[in-house]
């Protein structure tokens, strides 16, 4: 990644800010729907939190399964 230097969007940055551009989008909160927990830590850092997890360590759970997830593994928040 720093080869390409600050500006470079991976994927779970680029995704929001393309459904946040989006003209029919009623609740911009819609573009946020997958919670982020650090891999290192098995610490939910929740749906904004993201940034402070360093490439590869996010995993992704859409925030409908949250409640299962915290039941099947051991995440902290």
Same mark, same amino acid.
């Given at each position: 990644?720093?080869?390409?230097?600050?500006?470079?969007?991976?994927?779970?940055?680029?995704?929001?800010?393309?459904? #946040?551009?989006?003209? +029919?989008?009623?609740? =911009?909160? !819609?573009?946020?729907?997958?919670?982020?927990? *650090? &891999?290192?830590?098995?610490?939910?850092?929740? #749906?904004?939190?993201? +940034?402070?997890?360093? =490439?590869? !360590?996010?995993?992704?759970?859409?925030?409908? *399964? &949250?409640?299962?997830?915290?039941?099947?593994?051991?995440?902290?928040?």
């Amino acid at each position: 990644m720093a080869h390409f230097g600050p500006d470079l969007l991976l994927g779970y940055e680029h995704r929001p800010c393309i459904k #946040l551009g989006t003209q +029919h989008l009623d609740d =911009p909160a !819609d573009a946020y729907q997958r919670v982020c927990v *650090d &891999l290192r830590t098995l610490t939910e850092v929740g #749906l904004y939190g993201y +940034h402070e997890v360093p =490439p590869p !360590d996010p995993l992704w759970i859409w925030a409908k *399964d &949250l409640d299962q997830a915290r039941k099947d593994l051991p995440i902290k928040h």
